[in-house]
């Protein structure tokens, strides 16, 4: 099955700040989400973006399929950005979503 | 803005007991999910249901698991008989229907702890 990398694991940036979280998936997909797993533990949508780029205010991200990864872009960074984002692949024939190990992020005032 | 809803938040039970997780999709959608995440660990897929049976199931889905759409809005997932290790975070997830693979709803969870 599809093999799903994230980096860096952990991340601890000044508010303010810029950052790029990147995920790296093993085989051809037909979806790739991006979450975002808030202190309660809650799993929130951030994008569907098996290719292409999408932007939702200060996030954005960009899927490059033929070469298999995906990166999120946090820009002007909160501290209501802080928690753990996974990405998640599904391949082809396949219901599932496989999820990344995430990345903590800390931003601190 | 519709969304994937869950009962309970937390539970908590015995080792031995059944519990019952209960889930309400997204009204329109066909597709639901069942993963779970051990405490610090990555979110894992159980199962998916599609037309009323199981399309799909990982290995962790044993005999101990079992999922059933009882009416036009519930969605459950069954522990038989819980173990310690069934302690974890259970997310109900649905998509749309049109085709595999669409956009993932997840709900807000529910926390089983297994004593």
């Known amino acids: 099955g599809i093999q799903v990398e994230q980096s860096p694991p952990d991340l601890i940036l000044q508010e303010g700040a810029n950052s790029t979280l990147r995920c790296n998936f093993s085989d051809s997909v037909n979806n790739l989400q991006w979450f975002h797993q808030n202190p309660w533990g809650q799993l929130i949508n951030l994008f569907y973006?098996?290719?292409g780029t999408k932007q939702n205010g200060r996030l954005s991200a960009t899927t490059v399929a033929t070469e298999r990864y995906s990166l999120l872009y946090i820009s002007s960074s909160q501290t209501t950005d802080s928690g753990v984002y996974f990405c998640a692949a599904g391949g082809r024939n396949t219901d599932k979503l496989i999820f990344g190990t995430g990345t903590r992020l800390q931003v601190f005032p | 803005e519709p969304e994937v809803t869950q009962t309970p938040s937390h539970q908590v039970t015995q080792m031995g007991q059944e519990v019952i997780l209960r889930c309400v999709p997204i009204?329109?959608?066909?597709?639901f999910y069942w993963y779970r995440q051990i405490l610090g660990q990555k979110v894992e897929f159980l199962v998916s249901?599609?037309?009323?049976?199981?399309?799909?199931k990982s290995e962790i889905f044993d005999d101990q698991f079992s999922v059933e759409r009882p009416d036009g809005s519930n969605f459950t997932l069954k522990i038989r008989s819980t173990k310690l290790e069934d302690s974890a975070m259970y997310f109900c997830?649905?998509?749309?229907?049109?085709?595999?693979?669409?956009?993932?709803?997840f709900g807000q969870g529910t926390r089983l702890t297994v004593v």
């Open positions: 973006i098996p290719s």
């Open positions: 009204s329109n959608h066909l597709y």
């Open positions: 249901f599609y037309n009323n049976e199981i399309s799909e």
């Open positions: 997830a649905s998509s749309a229907p049109w085709t595999r693979n669409t956009e993932a709803f």
